[in-house]
């Protein structure tokens, strides 16, 4: 966590605890930063899991573990390590998790693989056994903490603490979620992200927790992106205690199935949104509409290319209604467009239509609305019925300063 | 042209004028900038030429027109226009061109198919023809202009001009090429470039003119980029006048014709790196070379993703060895790796080999390489044959300060 809070920081909201869920911190002391940096969280028996994790190929042994682990359905830890990836650190990093792992295993009674571990910080540190030991030992006797202070733990560059709330009615009861989330750099999920977590005392069975969770990341962490640069660590997990006594959700016939996807895919809407709002250096939050594709998927693709232009995110940045930058980022994308039915416009009003600037475009306007801290940027291609919404935030020197010298 | 050159320009070469080959430069007034902006260039009779363009699929008129032109293999003039790239500009920007090529025709007594036009800056405002035609007429008139002054003409935000010159022994002739090029953002070309035009006295067929461009485009254009954002109107032109007189090459089996390949690859290479090195808010040139992969064009991939990365090139210009960046990059080219094979090094020295850090890695003599304006990053998968090397440059605070407030 650094001083300087980002103008787009939202406040730490309400959050209740949830039956089941037990988070602890302690400072294992992976950087010299005085201050908690890991992350204890423990699960009750029956807690069932769901996880999406990176593609990266260079993925660290957290990432490969969690998605072998989860296949299993059963969770009753999580350990988080902030300052440290562990990241390309080979056996001497395996060693590291597999210990966390067994130490908590012992600690509980419960399989290794239960026990869920992610580390987040610089690549390439193998994370030093000892220090977790400590660490571990301290949080299993550490006093049970709040959310914020959970959020705050697993922070690395962020610069303000995550947390999203949903309810949802299923089966006559109350069900609520609980997440947290850390990031704001390395920020464009392949199909997962970042380090999230999300907890519910609903009752669900694992295979449908994982539909849910992948179905919500396809259109919420998969649609945001700070710099193009996909994370050698992300993960999202999502953990379900049973605790609030409803009949098992299973599969979209079960009762309240809906209610609990939606409040799911709410939470993760909030999340990445969160993210993003914390980019490195962000001054602006952008919202990229795109409509009129061949698919869903197509606009999606469409949709990063413009949030992952330097040109586009610079101009925002310089709050300047330079149209033209989305025309390039549009034809780079690799997608089908076609430059003379293509459409373009900055909070809701068009700029473009059809492949030409509007003769009637009134600037004014635009440019009002590019001086506030919510942009947004509508483009229309003409061709199908595919749309995608995707989320970003500028480029601006704060980005260069905090990663010209960040490991220094 | 800006004030601020940059730190990595290089001096313009001593170029001599090319038979058949007459430059001149005129003040059109396509923005308030009391400079010339309309450079125009006269070719002989017999002249052949070849052309390399954007992919980008929302290119503007003047890709369109060349590249179909070009397809003729004939040339009799080039027009460039800075300023005003007239990209996105429907059928106005069409009629800017058209009435160009017919006023040049009509001069020469030529077809207007003979008469190749670029135009480069800001996109979506038609390109104004009453400016074109009074420029165009006072370039006609004008007196002939070094290649320098050419050079000067067709740039934009570039802080300095770029030319480069090769000779070849062909058929017992010494054949030259000279070269001039503009570009420093929105560079990153997808098997074409920029602004570039190559001119040469021999005596070479379209056909095989075409093939030596394209293979040497491959190698030269498409493997370099400053900010993975791809131009609408990227081309690169080689103008052929045979006055040099040797028999003209018509394949390989023409005697010279290897010389002259590689003269124009030289050309080509000299061009693609004077780019980098003007890169918008550059102060290190990068060669990122990578070795192992399972094809040639597999590294290409992966050398790019490592020279698009924000992150990496954040990190060589705060001058930080931050290798576990570049294993990210890696991850996230969508190309075949293996984090247990890969190898990353700086200026020839491993820092990581075989998926771990080396125990004996000396960060010393990295951190000197990294203090020079010339860094080499080294990539060996591990996998097969296949090698690339890539030039970008380092993401400052400069390439911030251009771009959020260019057009404004």
């Given at each position: 966590?650094?001083?300087?809070?980002?103008?787009?920081?939202?406040?730490?909201?309400?959050?209740?605890?949830?039956?089941?869920?037990?988070?602890?911190?302690?400072?294992?002391?992976?950087?010299?930063?005085?201050?908690?940096?890991?992350?204890?969280?423990?699960?009750?028996?029956?807690?069932?899991?769901?996880?999406?994790?990176?593609?990266?190929?260079?993925?660290?042994?957290?990432?490969?573990?969690?998605?072998?682990?989860?296949?299993?359905?059963?969770?009753?830890?999580?350990?988080?390590?902030?300052?440290?990836?562990?990241?390309?650190?080979?056996?001497?990093?395996?060693?590291?998790?597999?210990?966390?792992?067994?130490?908590?295993?012992?600690?509980?009674?419960?399989?290794?693989?239960?026990?869920?571990?992610?580390?987040?910080?610089?690549?390439?540190?193998?994370?030093?056994?000892?220090?977790?030991?400590?660490?571990?030992?301290?949080?299993?006797?550490?006093?049970?903490?709040?959310?914020?202070?959970?959020?705050?733990?697993?922070?690395?560059?962020?610069?303000?603490?995550?947390?999203?709330?949903?309810?949802?009615?299923?089966?006559?009861?109350?069900?609520?979620?609980?997440?947290?989330?850390?990031?704001?750099?390395?920020?464009?999920?392949?199909?997962?992200?970042?380090?999230?977590?999300?907890?519910?005392?609903?009752?669900?069975?694992?295979?449908?927790?994982?539909?849910?969770?992948?179905?919500?990341?396809?259109?919420?962490?998969?649609?945001?992106?700070?710099?193009?640069?996909?994370?050698?660590?992300?993960?999202?997990?999502?953990?379900?205690?049973?605790?609030?006594?409803?009949?098992?959700?299973?599969?979209?016939?079960?009762?309240?199935?809906?209610?609990?996807?939606?409040?799911?895919?709410?939470?993760?809407?909030?999340?990445?949104?969160?993210?993003?709002?914390?980019?490195?250096?962000?001054?602006?939050?952008i919202a990229i509409s795109v409509t009129?594709?061949?698919?869903?998927?197509?606009?999606?693709?469409i949709g990063l290319a413009i949030a992952n232009s330097p040109l586009v995110k610079t101009a925002i940045?310089g709050?300047d209604a330079n149209w033209g930058r989305v025309v390039m980022a549009v034809g780079k994308a690799?997608e089908?467009a076609?430059r003379?039915?293509l459409s373009i416009g900055f909070g809701?009003i068009w700029a473009a239509r059809?492949g030409?600037p509007?003769?009637?475009y009134?600037?004014?306007?635009v440019?009002?609305?590019l001086?506030?801290?919510?942009v947004t940027i509508e483009v229309d291609l003409?061709?199908?019925?595919?749309?995608?919404?995707v989320?970003t935030?500028d480029?601006?020197?704060?980005?260069?300063?905090?990663?010209?010298?960040?490991?220094?």
């Amino acid at each position: 966590m650094t001083d300087a809070v980002s103008p787009l920081a939202s406040p730490f909201p309400a959050m209740p605890m949830i039956a089941g869920v037990t988070p602890r911190v302690a400072r294992a002391g992976y950087k010299d930063w005085g201050r908690c940096d890991l992350t204890y969280v423990e699960l009750a028996e029956g807690t069932t899991v769901a996880g999406v994790f990176t593609r990266n190929i260079c993925c660290s042994t957290e990432v490969e573990l969690g998605r072998e682990n989860v296949k299993r359905g059963t969770a009753r830890a999580l350990v988080v390590n902030a300052g440290n990836s562990n990241a390309f650190t080979g056996y001497r990093g395996r060693e590291a998790v597999e210990q966390i792992a067994g130490q908590v295993a012992d600690h509980l009674g419960c399989a290794r693989e239960d026990v869920f571990v992610s580390s987040t910080g610089v690549i390439g540190v193998p994370l030093p056994k000892d220090k977790a030991r400590e660490g571990v030992d301290q949080a299993l006797a550490a006093e049970p903490c709040s959310w914020e202070e959970a959020a705050r733990t697993i922070a690395t560059t962020d610069t303000f603490a995550k947390g999203a709330v949903a309810t949802a009615v299923v089966d006559g009861r109350t069900v609520t979620l609980a997440a947290i989330i850390k990031g704001s750099g390395m920020i464009a999920p392949d199909m997962a992200t970042m380090l999230g977590y999300i907890f519910t005392d609903a009752a669900v069975a694992p295979a449908f927790l994982q539909q849910c969770l992948s179905a919500a990341n396809l259109q919420t962490f998969s649609c945001i992106t700070v710099d193009s640069d996909t994370s050698t660590s992300d993960t999202v997990l999502a953990f379900a205690t049973g605790k609030a006594g409803n009949a098992p959700l299973v599969s979209f016939d079960s009762p309240g199935a809906d209610a609990f996807a939606a409040a799911l895919a709410d939470v993760c809407r909030q999340l990445a949104h969160l993210v993003v709002r914390d980019g490195e250096g962000a001054r602006k939050f952008i919202a990229i509409s795109v409509t009129g594709a061949v698919s869903d998927e197509s606009a999606r693709r469409i949709g990063l290319a413009i949030a992952n232009s330097p040109l586009v995110k610079t101009a925002i940045a310089g709050e300047d209604a330079n149209w033209g930058r989305v025309v390039m980022a549009v034809g780079k994308a690799g997608e089908p467009a076609d430059r003379d039915k293509l459409s373009i416009g900055f909070g809701g009003i068009w700029a473009a239509r059809d492949g030409l600037p509007l003769a009637d475009y009134d600037e004014a306007p635009v440019a009002a609305h590019l001086k506030g801290q919510d942009v947004t940027i509508e483009v229309d291609l003409g061709l199908g019925e595919g749309r995608a919404t995707v989320w970003t935030c500028d480029l601006t020197h704060g980005y260069i300063s905090i990663n010209a010298d960040y490991r220094s």
